[in-house]
């Protein structure tokens, strides 16, 4: 019952929303990147192997050892082990916002998490003032995640673009993405403002010494709706982002960087702004989790019902699986690469058994 209602909400928020231009049911189009665009999907549904489902909307994807723990959107932490599930409760000390595209977002396990049973955990709550983001430590106690210590609030939220990606870096550090909170996009361009962002922080939430701008956790700014982070092999961050109606954007992100949003979208160039490696033409990918891998970037799209390769160095892109639906996130362990449909959040079409998470190994998807 609680997963049909989540649905309803879900479906009367987007009706609700859809003049305000959700990133996710952007239309589709013509144009954007050409190479490869045309060569059909590597893996298809038939040929990967379901680790689980019955997921409620899910968002990220971690893994401990062989043990996964899976955010979804309505609030609960899924434990996939063994080929079994365990749905956990997570107390948050704010009750989450039920607006379009908000709830429990990003999710990403400690460092030392085996040893200290804590996460990190991105989530959209609403207050007498108004509707926000917050980041904040869950720690792990008898099968239930409890909210600790408070990292950074106030990160602006509203109807859309919220980001919410959660990633540790190979420096250590937590990096997470803002949206622009769709009313006022202006405020990407404003580093006094919190959205709009990637955000860099120590895992105690204090703001590193060597952040580009002094005292601030901005690490880069002058974005719409980042939803991905990776970093490659060489430690290049790249990111992934929604843009207006189409143009959706991959990133090679640099500390202190100003990305355009609003002032410029796709090829537009202005002096001290960068340009993605790679934009969605009048196409709609609506980019979400990504990683890198191999020299490539997988990409999990929504409004593009696929999994997508990104080759930064042939500027070439493709689908690789497709007949899923939306696809949320994407990890990869052990040669292994997982990822997450998100068909039950009012927007797609649940087949039976929706959500889930799959595998299926990297080496096919050459």
Known sequence: MKRVLYVLLAMLMLMAGCSGGGDETKPAGEGGPKPEEGKEAVAQADQLEVVAENLEVPWSINKSGETFYLSERPGSIVKVEGGSTE????????????????????????????????????????????????????????????????????????????????????????????GDAATNPEIAQDLGSLGGKILRMNLDGSVPADNPFEGSYVYSYGHRNPQGLAWSEDGMLYASEHGPSAQDEINLIKA???????????????????????????????????????????????????????????????????????????????????????????????????????????????
């Open 87 to 178: 749905r956990q409760k997570v107390s948050f000390k704010k009750e989450l916002s039920q607006a379009a595209e908000a709830g429990f977002l990003g999710f990403v396990l400690a460092p030392d998490f085996e040893q200290s049973n804590k996460a990190f955990a991105y989530y959209t709550y609403e207050n007498g003032t108004g509707q926000f983001n917050r980041i904040v430590e869950l720690i792990l106690k008898n099968d239930e995640w409890v909210e600790g210590k408070l990292l950074l609030d106030n990160i602006p939220s509203g109807r859309f673009h919220h980001g919410g990606r959660l990633k540790i870096g190979p420096d250590g550090k937590l990096y997470a993405t803002a």
């Open 256 to 366: 202190g960087k100003n990305y355009g949003w609003p002032e410029i979208t796709g090829d537009d160039t202005k002096q001290g702004m960068e340009t993605p490696i790679f934009h969605s033409g009048s196409n709609t990918w609506a980019p979400s989790g990504m990683v890198a891998h191999g020299g490539k970037l997988y990409v999990a799209t929504l409004r593009g019902n696929a999994l997508r390769e990104f080759d930064p160095a042939a500027k070439t892109t493709r689908e690789v699986v497709t007949g899923l639906g939306r696809i949320r996130d994407v990890i990869v362990e052990d040669g292994n690469l997982y990822f997450i449909s998100n068909n039950t959040d009012g927007r797609g079409t649940p087949g039976e058994g929706d959500d889930k998470l799959y595998r299926v190994k990297v080496d096919e998807l050459r």
